[in-house]
């Protein structure tokens, strides 16, 4: 759409490009994972096993869940299940790096230990199982975008007036909460 010089984008575009910057950071994430394990990982910060604090659920949160009013409920549900799944993967990744790291500060003091043979068998096979998993998360994201692409924009903006509706309500919970401050708590007397 066209309008003075600018294009403007769809709510229906919106929705599948903010579905589009999940899966790439889904693979980003995923990435981050194998250069850890491989040991090349350049940031020092060990990507944190947060389901809810990464940025594809954040998304998914946010976002994706609203268009099980339609007709992908059951597609959502099968992505939550599988990303839920990865991040107790990584869990048991995170641990173990994460205990790695804590004998890094140890090496300073003289007293040295890397990942096991064991433990890097252990790594490997659950990042195998994500790898599978995440072959399976992205199905189900195309799965997603064929649903989302069928709804028509009015759906979409119902989706749009919902997360205006949701932030309003927030910002009266702050208005009220504010005026609770001048609040005298307490007893009388």
């Known amino acids: 759409m066209l309008i003075k010089g600018y294009i403007t984008v769809s709510k229906k575009q919106d929705n599948i490009q903010m579905l589009y910057k999940a899966r790439t950071d889904h693979l980003k994430w995923i990435n981050n994972i194998k250069l850890l394990i491989s040991g090349v990982y350049s940031n020092n910060v060990i990507p944190e096993p947060v389901l809810h604090e990464s940025e594809v659920g954040k998304w998914y949160y946010s ?3 609203q268009f099980s009013q339609f007709n992908s409920r059951l597609v959502l549900e099968d992505i939550e299940k599988i990303l839920e799944e990865i991040y107790e993967l990584y869990v048991n990744i995170f641990s173990i790096f ?3 790291k804590e004998n890094k500060l140890k090496s ?3 007293i040295r230990k890397g990942i096991s043979n064991y ?3 252990q790594v490997s096979q659950y990042y195998d ?3 599978k998993l995440s072959d399976s998360f992205k199905n189900k994201l195309k799965t997603l975008e ?3 692409l069928a709804l028509d924009d009015e759906k979409h903006n119902q989706i749009q007036d919902f997360q205006s509706s949701n932030n ?3 910002n009266v919970g702050i208005i009220q909460n504010d005026s609770l401050k001048e609040y005298n708590y307490g007893p009388r007397g």
């Open 119 to 121: 433990e890097n068998k």
């Open 146 to 148: 064929s649903q989302m």
């Open 168 to 170: 309003s309500m927030s």
């Open 129 to 131: 199982e994500i790898i």
């Open 108 to 110: 300073l003091f003289g």
């Open 63 to 65: 976002n994706a869940l």
């Open 98 to 100: 994460n205990s790695v």
